[in-house]
Nanobody, 115 residues
Framework: QVQLVESGGGLVQPGGSLRLSCAVSGSIFRIWNMGWYRQTPGKQRDLVATITREGSTNYADSMKGRFTISRDNAKNTVYLQMNSLKPEDTAVYYC?????????WGQGTQVTVSS
């Protein structure tokens, strides 16, 4: 069984920063792509950023220059550094990991950007 556990969410003022972490545990074999997605009530889950095992990254346009995804393969952990946060970044953030032919999701962590 595989578990993804996110941490680091919370309430932050506009312009502030947060760092999300997601640790993968359980029956782990080689983790390929990892990523972060976000979702607001009544809307679909949208891409935030992805990162390959080799470290190649991809970002949604609205996150470029503000968010940075990284990973530590030895710790089976992916990170999301979020800077210059805006109220529209408020959402539940989910991490994602691919192993073999399967994808796994975390339970989500709430990020609220408000003054």
């Amino acid at each position: 069984q595989v578990q993804l556990v996110e941490s680091g969410g919370g309430l932050v003022q506009p312009g502030g920063s947060l760092r999300l972490s997601c640790a993968v545990s359980g029956s782990i074999f080689r983790i390929w792509n990892m990523g972060w997605y976000r979702q607001t009530p009544g809307k679909q889950r949208d891409l935030v950023a992805t990162i390959t095992r080799e470290g190649s990254t991809n970002y949604a346009d609205s996150m470029k220059g503000r968010f940075t995804i990284s990973r530590d393969n030895a710790k089976n952990t992916v990170y999301l550094q979020m800077n210059s946060l805006k109220p529209e970044d408020t959402a539940v953030y989910y991490c994602y990991a691919e192993m073999g032919s399967r994808g796994y999701w975390g339970q989500g962590t709430q990020v609220t950007v408000s003054s």
